[in-house]
């Protein structure tokens, strides 16, 4: 019994023999409830429980105070404890006098139940009611409390000692009783109130458990389960949908992750797989054909230059991936860079005639290296997909704001059709990937205007398209100016 006992407290996480595990919250709140129910609950019956003793306490004292003035008064009015005296009932009911005189004797007693002079006397309490006043004594005894006072008047030339009792026996056992109800249904309502918070806070949560055991089933192999969303409107439908966006969101990053490693394998296959075809050409007949021998060699460093620059370019997506892509960023005169960028394409570029336009001054903030590795990505494709004797150019001027330079980098070449301006700037995406170098293709990764995208989208700048089919294609970004 008591084990099922300790492993039901153990469940409900509370310590037993040094162990505990977590508190439930359901637990928690049912506690919490039941403390403050508890507490509000005797402060209430303290209050009421005070202010009724005080109250009764303060009529004893009344009707005590009346009475004595009306016998005082009788007294002083020369009146004798005659019928005439009690005719007009000085004593209100409930108050007893009695009269001693100098030796004690007692010659008038109105209730002869009531213990005697000496006996109360004899029980007076050391500490009355903070309220009582000076003069009353409370005693106790009997299972009797007597509240009394005692005064001492000259009655015709003689000493006499009023003696005034209002028993409060009834109100205190009232009282007791009160207070016995009070807090046993203070500590029943504690009692329901734990039940009730427990039961309460349990169905509350009861949304937040699914959502737990859902949580633990989803697994990286298994992004596409979803928590149920409450119908409730509440916070707890508003975590959960909060959740399954994380989860969309993460399942979306995920798949893009493993497309990009799947791609990237892809890419690299082709390269590989020309390289051991010349390596077994070149074992075979390379050694004896000098003609296969070079060719080979030409092949196999054409690849590997191939399988560099994809490389390269991984591993800055990787890094940019990461946030660990550093730039230095400084102010920088953007005409020197496009007037250095262009003069050396004008150098390597055999086939095409590059033009530097208008390169207008300004100031722009800016990693050196990595804007001037945009603006060769987007001059490369412009060779790349430009046919043999067709021109390639750039242009820079201010916008009419004043708070940008808009920078143009452009061909006449083959176009990029509308619906594929979109995608281009997706990561391996190639309008035509069908054809490859060795079929007459051009050599490309389809990473290059996604580097250049994350580099613009580092500065700040957009960049826009403007392309036609067989007519050509402009590049223009929007580069925020200093100041
Ligand atoms: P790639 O290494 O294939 O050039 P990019 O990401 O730089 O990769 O470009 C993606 C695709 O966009 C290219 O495959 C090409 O089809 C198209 N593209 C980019 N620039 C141009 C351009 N100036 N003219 C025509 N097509 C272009």
Not at 5 to 24: M, P, Q
Not at 101 to 116: A, C, E, K, L
Not at 121 to 149: F, R
Not at 386 to 413: C, N, Q, V, Y
Request: charged share 25%; glycine share 6%; net charge neutral.
């Amino acid at each position: 019994m008591w084990s099922r006992i300790k492993s039901w407290l153990r469940r409900k996480c509370i310590k037993v023999d040094g162990k505990t595990a977590k508190l439930r919250i359901s637990t928690k709140i049912a506690c919490l409830y039941g403390a403050i129910l508890f507490v509000m609950l005797c402060l209430m019956s303290f209050v009421t429980g005070l202010g009724i003793y005080f109250g009764f306490y303060n009529q004893a004292e009344r009707e005590m105070d009346l009475s004595i003035r009306n016998v005082l008064q009788q007294l002083d009015a020369g009146k004798a404890f005659t019928r005439e005296f009690w005719l007009n009932e000085p004593i209100l009911p409930g108050v007893v006098l009695r009269v001693t005189d100098v030796s004690g004797q007692v010659f008038i007693n109105t209730d002869n139940h009531y213990p005697t002079v000496e006996d109360v006397d004899a029980h007076v309490v050391k500490h009355k009611p903070l309220w009582a006043s000076e003069q009353m004594e409370v005693s106790k005894l009997h299972n009797m409390v007597i509240y009394h006072e005692k005064i001492d008047t000259v009655y015709r030339g003689e000493m006499l000692q009023l003696h005034f009792y209002r028993t409060i026996t009834a109100d205190e056992q009232f009282l007791r009783r009160l207070q016995f109800f009070v807090l046993s249904g203070t500590v029943l309502s504690f009692i329901l109130a734990l039940f009730a918070g427990y039961f309460v806070s349990n169905r509350i949560l009861r949304p937040i458990r699914t959502l737990t055991q859902t949580a633990r089933k989803i697994e990286v192999e298994r992004m596409d389960r979803r928590i149920p969303v409450p119908e409730s409107h509440d916070e707890l439908s508003e975590l959960a949908d909060t959740f399954n966006h994380m989860l969309d969101r993460l399942q979306a990053g995920f798949k893009q992750q493993q497309r990009f490693v799947s791609d990237a394998s892809h890419e690299l296959r082709t390269p590989v797989t020309v390289i051991l075809g010349y390596s077994d050409l070149l074992s075979r007949w390379g050694r004896t054909d000098k003609s296969v021998l070079d060719e080979g060699i030409d092949s196999i460093r054409s690849e590997a230059e191939d399988m560099q620059q994809l490389i390269e370019k991984l591993l800055f997506l990787a890094r940019a991936d990461q946030k660990r892509q550093v730039l230095h960023k400084e102010n920088l005169e953007l005409s020197e860079l496009v007037a250095d960028v262009m003069k050396k394409m004008q150098l390597v570029e055999k086939d095409h005639t590059v033009e530097l336009r208008e390169n207008e001054q300004g100031e722009i903030y800016g990693d050196q290296v990595t804007i001037r590795q945009m603006m060769r990505i987007f001059l490369q494709n412009s060779s790349k997909y430009t046919p043999k004797g067709g021109h390639i150019w750039a242009s820079s001027h201010r916008s009419t704001d004043g708070k940008f330079m808009l920078l143009e980098l452009a061909d006449d070449g083959i176009g990029i059709a509308k619906e594929n301006q979109k995608k281009i700037f997706e990561r391996f995406y190639r309008v035509d990937s069908s054809r490859t170098k060795a079929e007459g293709g051009v050599s490309g990764t389809g990473l290059g205007l996604s580097i250049a995208q994350w580099i613009a989208e580092q500065h700040d700048i957009k960049i826009s398209i403007d392309s036609d089919l067989g007519k050509g294609t402009k590049f223009t970004l929007k580069i925020p100016l200093v100041g």
